[in-house]
């Protein structure tokens, strides 16, 4: 296999739609479905090869039953570049706002963040490289293809790269749990930079530090925290709602 396998009809739809190098169609072999025959004419439009395989082999294949009767042998996902990501904010004329993960490691977590980040307006994501989740499958499936549509950054230290942002206008806002000041109370102005914090662990303490507001959810219920998924969809629409009024 020349690549990286992605499966499940959005995702490979999605990629197929993208600039991404694909190299192999794999679609179950009793699939008649009307998307997966659409996705056929999408990878026959790109000259990639259609194969058919029994739904057992594509489980093996995918180790997961759940792709779907169809999957796509792509190349390694092509992470953007910071500067390229922040000259291109720039040259919009508008405000950037940019989600920052530090530390999630659960890829459907992961996957349901870039999710919830394109379809709230948010111009890129920011990952740390280690004690991390990248871009999987696993994480492109649970994204339903977002991860196609929005800049993903790799870097090596989320601090410093939060330190980056502010030297270039950015206002830095955490979100954790025993924040004394609300999200919903919360002014968001300029361009932003939301940190979300891994499952657990939350934001770490150096790059705490780097945040110029931190915030937290009210909660009314007898439950003490929220999946960092929920919680950042949460607060991206609300600073999208805030800066879209």
């Known amino acids: 296999m020349k690549g990286e396998l992605i499966f499940g009809v959005n995702p490979v739809k999605e990629s197929l739609r993208s600039t991404r190098g694909a190299f192999n169609l794999y679609v179950q072999t009793n699939a008649t479905d009307h998307r997966v025959e659409s996705i056929i004419k999408l990878a026959e439009g790109r000259g990639v090869a259609v194969h058919r395989r029994e739904k057992i082999d594509l489980t093996k294949m995918c180790a997961s039953s759940h792709h779907q009767g169809i999957a796509l042998e792509v190349e390694p996902y092509r992470y953007a570049d910071l500067d390229v990501l922040l000259a291109s904010v720039a040259d919009s004329g508008k405000p950037g706002f940019l989600l920052v993960l530090d530390g999630i490691l659960d890829p459907h977590n992961l996957g349901a963040l870039i999710r919830s980040a394109a379809c709230a307006g948010v111009d890129g994501v920011v990952i740390p ?13 649970a994204s339903a293809g977002a991860v196609e549509t929005i800049p993903v950054v790799q870097v090596t230290n989320i601090a410093q790269t939060l330190e980056i942002l502010k030297k270039v206008g950015y206002w830095v ?20 930079a939301l940190v979300i914090g891994g499952e657990g662990e939350g934001i770490r303490p150096l790059v705490c530090k780097q945040c110029d507001v931190m915030m937290s959810i009210p909660q009314y219920g007898g439950v003490s925290s929220l999946n960092a ?4 969809g949460i607060a991206m629409f609300e600073v999208a709602r805030k800066v879209n009024a």
């Not at 490289?129 to 499936?141: F, I, P, S, W, Y």
């Not at 998924?229 to 950042?232: D, T």
Request: with cysteine.
């Open 129 to 141: 490289k280690d004690r991390a989740c990248g871009v999987t499958a696993a994480a492109e499936k």
């Open 173 to 192: 806002y955490g979100l954790a749990g025993e924040a004394s000041d609300s999200l919903f109370d919360t002014k968001f102005s300029g361009s932003i």
């Open 229 to 232: 998924s929920v919680a950042g």
